[in-house]
């Protein structure tokens, strides 16, 4: 056979599949066409703050490349002590071979992809893991990967948290770990363990949360006296994951839980960010139906990962008593649940005010790694449940049924997952004598429940202005190599600007404070929190920019702002002339510090 023949063949053979893959492609595009208007210049609405983190990190990996510097810690923020990029959200994963598209167009652009392929990737894994393991009909695991992919969980995680949106590798994770016993067992351990060390560089917590939930559904779905057999068939390969990947993480996680800037357990508000018990049966803000007015004391647009809809959980309702007989299905419904109710976080909230109940979550999350998991976060198990129960009810109660009605039903299952455990003959597909109109019913069902779920595109803003001082290269003349800068007034705004500063020199120098996760040095416990702590200076700073009275400044100020610069090893201070009541700043900064000196469209003191 010649080779464009071939080709043609293996083209038709697939071509449902690429065609799924393109249109996956092109929502995302869709979902995300305000931020591609111009990713240099654009940033998107609703979580400006972690998208100016990410282009750090990724202004830093490409860095990692070009100059060889830690892949895993810096101390090009947060100056002296640096930040410990393996307990942050470093996605290494995807910034590293993201670099050239980095350094050639830019960190936004770069950005503006990770999002894109987060979305598209995670619905094109779900739909080969449907289609190849769960459902017969293409069709129904097209439309169960739509839902992976795009649910309103995923579309709020995709405003600025790119690294939990992209579960890409987890149907992969899945898949592997249900072929365990297949096989060579050598071959099946490697894989695993290939796709758990590169998923720990994209996103830890969406695999510790993946391991949880396979262990409740595998749980539900073996038989008691299956639990020792498909432990003792699946031990050998899972072995040998845990060997290759132990070795291959041994360091990375030995730093990042023991090393330098290692902290232990997130902030106290952070166990607070829970679901709504509500939530479940309202839409999401970017649905076509949302109303964010109805919502917005239910969560804020980044974690909204349980908005359903009432018609999505009435038809699940429904869809539970007709599945019933399916094993699979009893123990995806089972999983979904726990951690719907999980997610709750201790103090139930309804409507936005705290009940008087008290969620499972309070006996777990002070327990290692879990006291690491945003509570909310535990929601996101639900969206690939739900995923992969749509995809069943139009395989089983839908597709099937009207092409056995059609007298065409084809009988060959591709599941792995029930041929795994003995299963596929035990429970019927579907019912070989269905209702005409059965079929018909379910699939407007699933229109009713899906389509007010289809996202509306994420809104995207003008970039906040980087002073010329530094995006045209005037900094060079006034920051020594290596040199560390201080943005002033200080506090959260001007540490994120900071950042803005930073990347748009390429990190040619360090700055003092920035945002990340780091251990709360006045804490023993080395409990985290976020950005750095504030000294007196910038506490004396950050009073004059809230009222623009200038004080008379005693000796023992000027000292410890002497001291404070010391400690943050400064070269220079930066204030931006835009910002409000930057005339008062000056004066008290020259008070400290002397005289700056007015360049470009910033003041600069260098204090070396």
């Not at 297949?182 to 060390?197: E, I, K, Q, W």
């Not at 009432?310 to 599945?323: I, N, Q, R």
């Not at 999983?335 to 976080?345: D, E, P, Q, Y």
Request: hydrophobic share 50%; glycine share 8%; net charge neutral.
């Amino acid at each position: 056979m010649k080779i464009g023949e071939k080709a043609s063949r293996l083209f038709r053979a697939h071509a449902f599949d690429l065609s799924a893959v393109a249109s996956y492609l092109l929502f995302a595009v869709v979902v995300l066409q305000h931020l591609w208007g111009n990713p240099r210049t654009r940033m998107l609405t609703d979580n400006t703050q972690d998208q100016i983190f990410f282009e750090w990190v990724l202004t830093h990996a490409a860095r990692v490349v070009t100059h060889g510097e830690s892949p895993i810690f810096t101390d090009e923020m947060n100056s002296p002590l640096g930040v410990n990029l393996m307990a942050n959200t470093s996605i290494l994963g995807l910034a590293l071979p993201l670099s050239p598209v980095t350094l050639l167009f830019g960190a936004g652009v770069t950005f503006a992809l990770v999002c894109t392929l987060a979305l598209a990737g995670t619905a094109t894994g779900w739909y080969l893991f449907l289609s190849r393991v769960v459902v017969r009909s293409k069709g129904a695991a097209y439309l169960g990967g739509l839902f992976c992919g795009f649910a309103p969980a995923m579309i709020s995680q995709i405003t600025g948290h790119p690294n939990i949106a992209g579960q890409y590798l987890i149907p992969f994770v899945i898949w592997a770990v249900f072929r365990l016993r297949d096989g060579s067992p050598v071959r099946r351990g490697l894989v695993l363990a290939a796709l758990v060390v590169y998923q720990c560089f994209i996103n830890e917590e969406i695999l510790f949360l993946t391991a949880c939930a396979l262990a409740v559904f595998l749980l539900v779905y073996l038989r008691p006296r299956e639990f020792l057999p498909a432990a003792r068939a699946a031990l050998p390969a899972l072995g040998i994951t845990a060997v290759v990947a132990g070795v291959l993480l041994a360091y990375p996680l030995f730093h990042q839980f023991f090393g330098p800037q290692a902290y232990r357990g997130l902030p106290d508000f952070v166990l607070k960010i829970n679901t709504d018990l509500a939530s479940f049966t309202e839409f999401s803000r970017r649905s076509i139906v949302g109303d964010p007015a109805r919502i917005e004391n239910m969560g804020g647009a980044t974690e909204e990962n349980t908005f359903f809809g009432w018609p999505l959980v009435g038809l699940l309702a429904a869809a539970l008593v007709v599945l019933a007989r399916h094993r699979a299905a009893r123990a995806l419904y089972a999983t979904g649940i726990v951690f719907a109710v999980l997610s709750l976080g201790i103090v139930v909230k309804r409507h936005g005010a705290e009940t008087s109940w008290h969620g499972p979550w309070e006996w777990v999350h002070k327990l290692p790694l879990f006291d690491s998991v945003v509570p909310t976060r535990l929601a996101l198990v639900v969206t690939p449940v739900v995923g992969v129960i749509v995809a069943l009810i139009a395989d089983r109660l839908v597709v099937q049924p009207a092409a056995a009605a059609a007298g065409a039903l084809d009988t060959e299952a591709p599941n792995a997952v029930e041929r795994g455990a003995g299963q596929a003959a035990e429970e019927p597909a579907a019912d070989r004598r269905p209702s005409p109109t059965a079929p018909i019913l379910w699939a407007v069902a699933l229109a009713v429940a899906l389509v007010p779920l289809v996202p509306t595109p994420q809104p995207a803003d003008e970039r906040s202005t980087v002073p010329a001082f530094f995006t045209s290269g005037a900094w060079r003349g006034h920051i020594p190599e290596g040199g560390t800068v201080v943005v002033v007034p200080g506090g959260w705004w001007e540490s994120l600007d900071a950042m803005r500063y930073a990347t748009a020199a390429n990190l040619d120098f360090s700055i003092a404070g920035g945002y990340f996760l780091a251990p709360d040095p006045n804490d023993p416990e080395r409990q985290a929190m976020f950005g750095p702590a504030q000294p007196a200076t910038m506490g004396l700073l950050a009073g004059v920019a809230n009222d623009g009275a200038v004080p008379q400044v005693t000796p023992e100020q000027q000292e410890q702002a002497r001291a404070d610069a010391r400690y943050w090893k400064a070269t220079t201070i930066v204030l931006a002339e835009q910002h409000g009541n930057s005339d008062a700043i000056r004066q008290t900064v020259d008070q400290l510090y002397g005289a700056g000196q007015h360049v470009t469209d910033v003041w600069v003191w260098d204090v070396r």
